[in-house]
């Protein structure tokens, strides 16, 4: 059994370095058809680069190199051009060969210069083995992989003896303990998200290799995201495995991990590229405002509707407009305004977080070794707070002003309301939350931080729903009496950094607003202490829960067990407040 | 002045005592002394820190800078006497430290009967921080280590070793594990699951002598039935009595731990002991002079803080519960239930040996009142047996309301149909089992 285990480990390495030398295989060649293709999908006017772009042609073996060549010129082209301009206004030419001039000029983001610009060349550029071997290649690196990585898996079911707890080790190890490996892992990780939010032109031949599992789906290749997605899927099915594995005698982790890797696979993969496939827009319904911060944008409204419903807020167009987009504008809103609060109030934000979300489906599952590096002190605590609003409150301006552009709020043309042009806001949102936050920081941290590091600090509905469960909502952590010996496995193994045995060893219910309610620290507790339920409200929070004399003055005895134990410790919280 | 308050002791008595004293009053100077750790920790966790579950740090309930801010001054000192004509103690270098009121919560020390070779180097038990790295040192990389001693202490520490890949083999001598406390029934279905876990257990067998090499260091065990087991570690997990060796010329009155009044006060008006240390003169109801569980120890702690800060409270531990975990399985008890019946009781049990589920349950023959409760692979709720034996409600009522009780995670199979028709069948009754309630839950700890 452990030798398979140790084939599975090699074969998912191999896999590995074979996905990783990817990017130095094969060819990209440019030739002046590829040119033309190129400047006319992207509109180019610019006869400098056009003519400049001719010393492109020719055969590069690594996709940066030509990207940074294609780079250059256009930013040499854009000086060029805005010189020019310069030039034309001091002399005080025509103002059409002004705006002439303007037109030429390539505009390139920082940001996304390489994703937005050079990547579409590269992508039409590659020859040679790679795109020659797309088949073999996928087989030799994802399938051999995930191959790999069950062969390591599947074992555990008997390697690991007695259904059980299965932390032995868990801070003695290099992968688990902050080691070489973790710094390893994490080195790769931030490497891998920078490339695929800023330089996805690196990735080029990776994303080759999925062109078949994409056209079977959707039709059309791979792009960064397909690949990206088919990653994830992967990785969280392996990993979900594992976890069914690790905690198959606890039936509420079995069926919870089955749920997140159905909304992952389901919602969050196949229906959307099954919709690109019948040319309707992707769409993940289940990704809510404001984790999908762009839900009520003017693009994304667009690319539902066909029209900016809230540019015009025209009503009769709406009415007219395809039908299932108009059911994703309307889901989107029901989902955010109706089933997100009526769910939480039912049952906690679990439901979301620990069930169905793609963020939270990655860290119970490719997160899940990595849960006890949660910061539990009180100062991680304060900061938590600070973060998570402020997002919530940087994406509701943000939203707030899409839908005020123009002095139009729900279609009321009137000046009270105060207006914002969002368009910066968006862009730093999308730059520093979207893609630093959520993905380099949200997953690269995994093995430094812990798992939950965008949801527990960053995720705007996460602290939407926390606002919710914390104040109204049937869910909660109930205590065991006395039963703690605060031993602390449920705070160590709490991946939100909740300090659940401050709680615990009170006997007070945890009504905490970041619990996920992923029901590790019911599952470690070796005193049967904690319990995720559902009840009514009256008596959830339970900050001085119990203050019965137990028995009869003529017993002449006091339980004092329950009352000093549990009901007068109410004034002592003060480490926590 | 304000009164000084010294407290010997940092474990879970002390810092209890010590938190809830700082709780109710103000103004007075609390002095926590430890040789032990400079933080209070959760002495039953060590385990989890060899096994690598935890790190030690993890072990400590507090943050270090809330004892400066609850003004709990931490002394890491060992204390060697006592003078308590002149109310103060002695350090072992020679300082003093002068007090009003003393608490003494020094907690035990391992057993160890004068076995032969009992100090050799690889040879220990396991209730202290030290008892723990001692452990740490001389396990490193060994092959097989034997536990002596059928109890708590032992089996976590034979589960310790298991989970480093160290051989394990355990002398119990009694004729099954846990014999005092547990019935034979219960008892053979954890040790069944100890051999799961391939633990070498050896019943009706003690310890002999242990044998040294020439560096000092434990190299095998010899049992009472001449059988040379080799070995490099020992752990001597005898059970432990009350560290209180250091009042010997004390004017303290002691016997096997600090003897208390109710109040948990010595026979010096000003000196009190609580925890593991503390030996009730007489036993409160339906327990024993000297209990050493954690809660006790938090219990007594509380209960002299009340005393301490001018509401004077005998110390009232209500009935008794417990919990473990032997591997995988989860026991709880509540209310009393010995290994054999006493006179007019009766029993019931029901089991999935096969799932290392259990329950065993006591009542009154005759009045049917119930008395307590064994579950091992069920979590039940301590709120619901504890209103239970308070208000001396019927097995029959028990089992009525068995659904209630359950504490379980959510989707977990659900076995109460199944024990009460199994108790039908055996008690000839007819009981239907009702629906949980929430409305009964709440009104269990209102």
């Known amino acids: 059994m452990k030798s398979i285990q140790q084939i599975g480990l090699i074969l998912f390495l191999m896999a590995f370095a074979l996905f990783n030398a990817l990017m130095f295989m094969g060819k990209f060649e440019v030739t002046q058809g590829k040119l033309d293709k190129f400047t006319e999908s992207k509109g180019i006017k610019s006869e400098v680069f056009i003519e400049q772009s001719k010393e492109l042609i020719g055969e590069y073996s690594f996709s940066l190199d030509l990207s940074e060549k294609l780079l250059t010129i256009a930013e040499a082209s854009h000086t060029h051009h805005r010189k020019v301009i310069t030039e034309f206004e001091s002399t005080g030419v025509d103002k059409e060969l002004i705006n002439a001039e303007w037109g030429k000029v390539i505009w390139l983001k920082e940001t996304k210069k390489h994703g937005n610009f050079a990547a579409p060349l590269v992508a039409i550029c590659g020859t040679g083995f790679v795109v020659e071997n797309k088949g073999l290649l996928f087989s030799l690196t994802f399938l051999l992989g995930i191959l790999g990585g069950l062969l390591h898996v599947l074992p555990r079911l008997k390697t690991e003896g007695p259904a059980g707890i299965k932390n032995d080790g868990i801070f003695q190890n290099q992968a688990t303990n902050r080691g070489w490996i973790a710094w390893l892992v994490f080195g790769y990780l931030i490497a891998f998200y920078l490339a695929l939010y800023f330089f996805p032109d690196v990735l080029t031949n990776m994303i080759y290799v999925l062109d078949p599992v994409s056209t079977s789906l959707n039709g059309g290749p791979a792009s960064q995201w397909f690949l990206y997605g088919f990653m994830y899927c992967s990785f969280m099915v392996v990993m979900g495995i594992k976890m069914m594995i690790k905690y198959r005698h606890n039936k509420y982790q079995v069926i919870r991990s089955i749920s997140v890797l159905f909304f992952q696979l389901g919602f969050a993969f196949l229906i959307p590229e099954l919709l690109v496939r019948f040319q309707k827009p992707w769409f993940d319904f289940k990704s809510a405002w404001p984790l999908n911060y762009s839900a009520f944008d003017n693009w994304s409204i667009k690319k539902i509707l066909g029209f900016d419903f809230f540019e015009t807020w025209d009503f009769n167009a709406l009415i007219h407009s395809d039908t299932l987009g108009l059911f994703m504008l309307v889901w989107g809103f029901i989902l955010t305004l109706v089933i997100v609060p009526v769910m939480v109030y039912f049952y906690g934000k679990r439901w979301y977080c620990s069930w169905v979300c793609g963020c939270g489906g990655l860290a119970e599952t490719v997160g899940d070794p990595y849960r006890q590096h949660s910061d539990k002190s009180l100062k991680a605590w304060k900061f938590e707070r600070v973060i998570i609003y402020s997002v919530l409150l940087f994406a509701i301006i943000m939203t707030y002003g899409s839908l005020s552009r123009e002095q139009f709020f729900l279609g009321l043309d009137y000046e009270a309301f105060i207006t914002i042009e969002t368009d910066d806001l968006r862009f730093w949102y999308g730059f520093a939350v979207g893609s630093i936050f959520s993905g380099v920081i949200g997953t690269g941290f995994y093995p430094i931080f812990g798992n939950r590091v965008w949801c527990r600090f960053g995720c705007p509905l996460a602290a939407y729903m926390g606002i919710i469960q914390r104040f109204k909502s049937r869910f909660r952590i109930t205590t065991n009496g006395a039963q703690c010996i605060s031993c602390g496995n449920c705070s160590t193994y709490c991946e939100q950094g909740i300090d659940v045995r401050a709680y615990a060893q009170k006997g007070e219910n945890i009504v905490r607003s970041s619990c996920v309610g992923c029901g590790i620290c019911s599952a470690v507790c070796p005193r049967g202490v904690l319990k995720l339920e559902n009840g009514p409200e009256e008596g959830r929070i339970t900050e001085n829960p119990i203050d019965i004399t137990m028995a009869t003055e003529d017993e002449g005895k006091t339980s004092e067990l329950r009352k000093i134990i549990i009901g007068e410790q109410k004034n002592l919280t003060d480490f926590n407040k | ?446």
């Open chain 2, 1 to 446: 002045m304000s009164k000084h308050i010294a407290i010997i002791g940092n474990g879970v008595a002390g810092i209890t005592c010590a938190r809830h004293i700082r709780k109710r009053d103000s103004d007075c100077k609390i002095t926590v002394i430890s040789a032990e750790t400079e933080y209070f920790f959760s002495r039953t966790a060590l385990m989890y820190v060899y096994m690598g579950h935890m790190k030690f740090e993890h072990t400590q309930p507090y943050e270090n800078w809330f004892w400066e801010k609850n003004r709990i001054d931490l002394v890491f000192k060992y204390v060697v006497s006592i003078d308590t004509d002149n109310n103060d103690l002695k350090y072992d270098d020679g300082s003093q430290l002068a007090y009003d009121e003393l608490v003494i919560a020094t907690g035990a020390k391992s057993n160890m009967f004068g076995w032969k070779g009992q100090d050799l180097k690889g040879v220990g038990g396991l209730y202290s921080f030290q008892d723990l790295q001692n452990m740490e040192k001389y396990t490193q990389g060994i092959k097989r280590g034997v536990v002596v001693g059928g109890g708590l202490i032992g089996i976590e520490m034979a589960e310790m070793m298991l989970s480093r890949g160290i051989d394990v083999t355990f002398l119990v001598r009694e004729r099954h594990f846990w014999e005092h406390i547990l019935p034979e029934n219960e008892s053979n279905m954890i040790m069944a699951h100890m051999k799961e876990h391939h633990l070498d257990l050896r019943l009706s067998t003690e310890l002999d002598e242990i044998i040294g090499d020439e560096n000092g260091r434990a190299k095998a065990i010899k049992t009472n039935t001449g059988e040379i087991i080799e070995c490099e570690w020992v752990g001597l997990t005898t059970g432990v009595s009350p560290n209180v060796a250091f009042l010997k010329d004390s004017n303290i009155e002691i016997e096997r731990g600090v003897l208390v009044d109710e109040n948990c006060t010595t026979n010096i008006a000003n000196v009190h002991a609580i925890g593991d240390c503390a030996e009730f003169k007489v036993a409160p109801d339906g327990r024993r002079n000297i209990e050493q569980v954690w809660y006790t120890g938090k219990l007594m702690g509380e209960t002299l803080a009340k005393t301490l800060t001018g509401s004077p409270t005998p110390y009232s531990p209500g009935h008794w519960f417990n919990s473990a975990k032997f591997f995988d399985i989860e026991y709880q008890t509540y209310g009393v239930v010995l290994p054999n019946l006493k006179e007019g009781e009766e029993d019931f049990s029901w089991d999935r040996a096969a799932d290392n589920i259990c329950i065993h349950i006591v009542f009154n023959k005759e009045t049917r009142v119930f008395k307590g409760i064994n579950t091992f692979g069920i979590r039940m709720r301590h709120d619901a047996f504890n209103q239970w034996l308070n208000e001396k409600v019927t097995v029959d009522f028990v089992m009525e309301h068995l659904k209630d009780a359950n504490f379980d995670p959510e989707f977990y199979n659900q076995h109460e149909e199944e024990i009460v028709d199994q108790f039908n069948v055996e008690q000839g009754t007819s009981i239907a089992v009702k629906k949980k309630s929430w409305q009964r839950i709440l009104n269990f700890i209102r």
